[in-house]
């Protein structure tokens, strides 16, 4: 976890930076007040050690702590005690990045007060999408208990309770505590909300004492001086000039990506790529999380030039060879070890192997997702079907050790997420797999050597794919790797922040004609 040394003396330097700013702003005093920014594969964060004063404290005294709230040097340095509270709230939403706690007297005496800060005026809209939330005061319970964590646990609570964005409503107050900020983009910009949150709780008062009757600004007033600075159709500030690319490989990932929410690849898309194909003789290329011979229907339509990267490039698969050409399988000793672990758990999952899909449920319940791979089966055409099985997870005749696994997937949607936890918590000591999300309602387990970007390391050494002239497009963690290793990469509009980043461009979302407006005139 910890070897990119650059990465971690960078983290370490960005949050030691952000904590200066917070005393330099005059928003915290003494030892009061820290700041936290999360890694870019979100498994640890640096914060602000305990206790320590500003004037003395340096970079290397910034602690890196995991999402369990785990330290992960040894040092006789104490994180902030708030690391659990920073903590759960990077498990909530996996768009913030970097996490504020002050103790600044604007914010804390309406805090305090137990009151939400309203939105008066343009400068609060400007920022703040409606009223500042103040969340309820903890129990007597809860204090007593993992006081910290239960801070955290009472922010979420009332995000939830009133449907609040995270990142459109990027603080909090904690009744008689103090307010909390994030950012969904970098630790200094989440001081810089802290501060203006201490300028438009300052206003707020201001404004009471003058006017006590004063309620909110008009709603669509607050409306428009947000969405001019954050809306999709955003123009406040100087616009980017758009680059000019050119390429002549695309490469596009399927769900989520090429294929809407109803698992259809959108007309407009398929026009745009055929035109790319036909007339400006583009190479089309899938790179999938699926295994080969579930993607037929969608190979039919695009029509790829090179073999499908499938199961995240553990299998590449030649349509045109009929022959997989490249496999990766999970080590036969670890891969029972997987399954032994999956099924002890009572974890709906699957395995893929290089020619068909295995499914594990307890009693052989059919939930969710495999009434989704049974009714998807049913309406292919029959060439384009596969082989599935189903099976019960307590099934002990099954022999894991004559397949060659080249994946499994965790159905996190229908399985006890604690069972979940123990699952992950046992695979955490592999070093032959990795885990990643495909998709919020997975978890896929990984040999490692194997994910798309290596996969398109293969076609560029065995079919002389340039990836110096290639672009991809992509939604999701797995994706990242292939936007790494091509000189373009597109993330789609409802992609986590994190992926967004990795990406040159974002655009629109997959239901949308994204694809094709972002392609049109690059034929």
């Known amino acids: 976890m910890l070897k990119n040394k650059e990465q971690i003396a960078k983290l370490k330097q960005e949050v030691y930076e952000a904590n200066m700013l917070l005393y330099k702003y005059k928003l915290a005093i003494h030892t009061w007040g820290n700041v936290s920014a999360i890694s870019e594969d979100r498994k640890f964060m640096a914060?602000?050690?305990?206790?320590i004063a500003y004037e003395t404290m340096t970079a290397d005294d910034m602690v890196l702590v995991d999402l369990d709230n785990n330290l992960l040097e040894n040092k006789a340095i104490n994180p902030s005690s708030d690391t659990p509270t920073h903590a759960l709230l990077y498990k909530q939403d996996s768009r913030i990045k970097a996490i504020v706690h002050t103790h600044s007297p604007y914010a804390v005496a309406w805090a305090q007060a137990g009151q939400d800060i309203p939105c008066l005026g343009t400068t609060h809209a400007d920022n703040f999408y409606g009223s500042v939330p103040c969340a309820r005061e903890l129990s007597d319970e809860e204090i007593n208990g993992q006081y910290e964590h239960n801070t955290g646990l009472v922010i979420v609570e009332h995000f939830l309770k009133n449907k609040l964005d995270f990142i459109a409503n990027s603080a909090c107050l904690v009744k008689e505590h103090g307010p909390f900020v994030w950012s969904g983009k970098s630790a200094t910009d989440a001081v810089n909300l802290a501060?203006?949150?201490?300028?438009?709780?300052?206003?707020?008062?201001?404004?009471?004492?003058?006017?006590?009757?004063?309620?909110?600004?008009?709603?669509?007033?607050?409306?428009?001086?947000?969405?001019?600075?954050?809306?999709?159709?955003?123009?406040?500030?100087?616009?980017?000039?758009?680059?000019?690319?050119?390429?002549?490989?695309?490469?596009?990932?399927?769900?989520?990506?090429?294929?809407?929410?109803?698992?259809?690849?959108?007309?407009?898309?398929?026009?745009?790529?055929?035109?790319?194909?036909?007339?400006?003789?583009?190479?089309?290329i899938i790179a999938t999380g699926r295994p080969w011979y579930f993607t037929k229907r969608y190979i039919s339509q695009v029509k790829p030039d090179l073999p499908i990267i499938s199961c995240n490039g553990s299998l590449i698969y030649d349509f045109k060879a009929k022959k997989v050409i490249f496999i990766n399988p999970i080590e036969s000793k670890i891969a029972k070890f997987v399954f032994d672990v999956l099924k002890k758990e009572e974890i709906t999952f699957l395995i893929y192997s290089d020619?068909?899909?295995?499914?594990?449920?307890?009693?052989?319940?059919?939930?969710?997702w495999f009434i989704w791979l049974e009714k998807t089966q049913k309406a292919l055409e029959k060439e384009e079907q596969f082989d599935i099985d189903f099976f019960d997870t307590a099934n002990s005749d099954f022999d894991i050790n004559k397949l060659k696994v080249v994946k499994f997937l965790m159905i996190k949607s229908d399985s006890n997420l604690k069972n979940i936890e123990n699952a992950v918590e046992q695979f955490k000591n592999l070093d032959k797999i990795y885990l990643l999300s495909s998709s919020p309602k997975?978890?896929?387990?990984?040999?490692?050597?194997?994910?798309?970007?290596?996969?398109?390391?293969?076609?560029?050494?065995?079919?002389?794919?340039?990836?110096?002239?290639?672009?991809?497009?992509?939604?999701?963690?797995?994706?990242?790797?292939?936007?790494?290793?091509?000189?373009?990469?597109?993330?789609?509009?409802?992609?986590?922040?994190?992926?967004?980043?990795?990406?040159?461009?974002?655009?629109e979302n997959h239901n949308s004609d994204a694809i094709f407006n972002f392609l049109k005139d690059k034929i």
């Open 47 to 51: 914060i602000k050690p305990s206790g």
């Open 355 to 368: 020619q068909q899909i295995y499914a594990f449920s307890k009693n052989k319940e059919k939930k969710d």
């Open 195 to 284: 501060l203006t949150l201490e300028e438009i709780a300052k206003m707020a008062l201001f404004t009471k004492q003058i006017n006590p009757n004063a309620k909110h600004a008009n709603l669509t007033l607050q409306n428009k001086h947000y969405q001019r600075k954050h809306g999709k159709n955003a123009y406040y500030g100087q616009k980017r000039k758009e680059k000019k690319i050119s390429f002549q490989n695309i490469v596009f990932d399927l769900d989520g990506t090429l294929l809407d929410k109803d698992k259809n690849i959108l007309n407009s898309t398929l026009s745009i790529l055929n035109q790319l194909h036909q007339q400006a003789n583009k190479k089309l």
């Open 442 to 507: 997975v978890i896929d387990i990984m040999p490692v050597g194997s994910s798309k970007g290596d996969g398109l390391k293969i076609l560029a050494k065995d079919f002389n794919l340039e990836l110096n002239a290639t672009i991809s497009f992509g939604d999701e963690a797995n994706d990242v790797s292939m936007f790494e290793v091509c000189k373009y990469s597109v993330a789609m509009g409802q992609a986590d922040h994190y992926v967004r980043e990795k990406a040159s461009f974002s655009i």
